[in-house]
């Protein structure tokens, strides 16, 4: 097996991994090889819910829909206890027939981020990245914007159409 045949097997590899949610038998060459692979986060079924593109969704139970909305939409949210923990929010809007997330929301340990294309508030005041506070931290970079919180809630978003909590 040459280097490109190497390439392309490394490359079937790596979306087995990326997409398969359970332990998955592949072969790569009918009747040379087959390996079974087990995917390292199984697809994080159960704890990532994300939304990309025009309208895509993946929630925490792994279920794929589309959703053309640019309706306020509540991705997560703590459903039980007298006291909410947090919640996290998102809403599209579209420029030039392409969706994309205008703004996010989340209260957090008690804060509330909002996240925007113009600017990163922190319980209504603009602040600057990186920003940590009573538990939650706030980084940046040219592309993406990520915030974690302590009690186990991270969300990186695109600054455009993707958001991953």
């Not at 490394?10 to 949610?21: A, K, N, Q």
């Not at 039980?80 to 030039?96: A, D, H, L, P």
């Not at 989340?106 to 506070?133: C, D, H, Q, W, Y």
């Not at 931290?137 to 914007?145: A, D, E, M, P």
Request: proline fraction near 2%; include cysteine; glycine fraction near 8%.
């Amino acid at each position: 097996m040459g280097t490109t045949g190497l390439q392309s097997t490394l490359w079937l590899i790596y979306l087995v991994l990326l997409v398969g949610s359970l332990t998955q038998t592949v072969t790569i060459v009918p009747s040379l090889n087959t390996l079974s692979l087990n995917s390292v986060n199984a697809s994080h079924i159960g704890r990532v819910c994300t939304t990309w593109g025009h309208y895509h969704w993946k929630t925490f139970d792994g279920n794929f829909f589309q959703l053309g909305s640019t309706c306020n939409h509540v991705l997560a949210s703590q459903c039980k206890g007298s006291y909410e923990n947090f919640n996290i929010q998102m809403r599209r809007t579209t420029v030039n027939n392409i969706p994309t997330i205008s703004n996010i929301i989340m209260k957090l340990e008690g804060s509330v981020v909002e996240l925007s294309s113009s600017a990163v508030i922190v319980n209504g005041k603009k602040v600057s990245l990186p920003f940590v506070t009573f538990g939650v931290t706030i980084k940046g970079t040219t592309s993406s914007v990520s915030v974690e919180a302590k009690l186990g809630i991270s969300a990186i978003w695109n600054m455009d159409d993707s958001l991953d909590v």
